[in-house]
T-cell receptor
Framework: GAVVSQHPSRVICKSGTSVKIECRSL??????MFWYRQFPKQSLMLMAT?????????EQGVEKDKFLINHASLTLSTLTVTSAHPEDSSFYIC???????????FGSGTRLTVV | GDSVTQMEGPVTLSEEAFLTINCTYT??????LFWYVQYPGEGLQLLLK?????DKGSNKGFEATYRKETTSFHLEKGSVQVSDSAVYFC???????????????FGQGTILTVHP
């Protein structure tokens, strides 16, 4: 079946630094990537939607200059949390859709802790 | 806008008990409906889905029927196991057009714990 590889699974960074999270579709072309954020014991909140080769569309209230999304190829999308602060600590999950009616394929998530 | 409401959790059951997790939705069109399961520290896995009214999705003993008249998609399982302990999310998506998929809107999640 379709697989999306998300890395890193866990990362701890210092306040003020930047962190990059990668999602790769291993066996299909991911035409659209959705990035979600999940707080402890809460639901997934959509942050942004990106289509390959286009600028991402951000949800209301999400700072596009802080959460940089790149989707330059059909197999790779990245989320960079810039100048991270403790309040950015969260679980980030990507979800890809592609051609062929595969539906949504989720990455395994990244636990970000900013200290 | 679209929204999904799940029953409040957490839900605690004994093994072999019957499970129901209620889910209702609000949507402007004719969405597809999904149930996802999340195990601790992991991403989401599709459990089952239904794409049109009266469709029944089923997988691993779980079932849910797309009820347009009550805008519901309740998840059921006749006999739960300890291994079913996880967080369950109901979700919907409006099709973006053709075979493209729109964004998923999730319910708040229901924590299920099954004791031996």
């Amino acid at each position: 079946g379709a697989v999306v590889s998300q890395h890193p699974s866990r990362v701890i960074c210092k306040s003020g630094t930047s962190v990059k999270i990668e999602c790769r579709s291993l066996d299909f072309q991911a035409t659209t990537m959705f990035w979600y954020r999940q707080f402890p014991k809460q639901s997934l909140m959509l942050m942004a939607t990106s289509n390959e080769g286009s600028k991402a569309t951000y949800e209301q209230g999400v700072e596009k200059d802080k959460f940089l999304i790149n989707h330059a190829s059909l197999t790779l999308s990245t989320l960079t949390v810039t100048s991270a602060h403790p309040e950015d600590s969260s679980f980030y999950i990507c979800s890809a859709t592609g051609t062929g009616g595969r539906g949504y394929t989720f990455g395994s998530g990244t636990r970000l802790t900013v200290v | 806008g679209d929204s999904v409401t799940q029953m409040e959790g957490p839900v605690t059951l004994s093994e072999e008990a019957f499970l129901t997790i209620n889910c209702t939705y609000t949507a402007t069109g004719y969405p597809s409906l999904f149930w996802y399961v999340q195990y601790p520290g992991e991403g989401l896995q599709l459990l089952l889905k239904a794409t049109k009214a009266d469709d029944k999705g089923s997988n691993k003993g779980f079932e849910a029927t797309y009820r347009k008249e009550t805008t519901s998609f309740h998840l059921e399982k006749g006999s739960v196991q300890v291994s079913d302990s996880a967080v369950y999310f109901c979700a919907l998506s409006e099709h973006a057009g053709g075979t493209s998929y729109g964004k998923l809107t999730f319910g708040q999640g229901t924590i299920l714990t099954v004791h031996p």
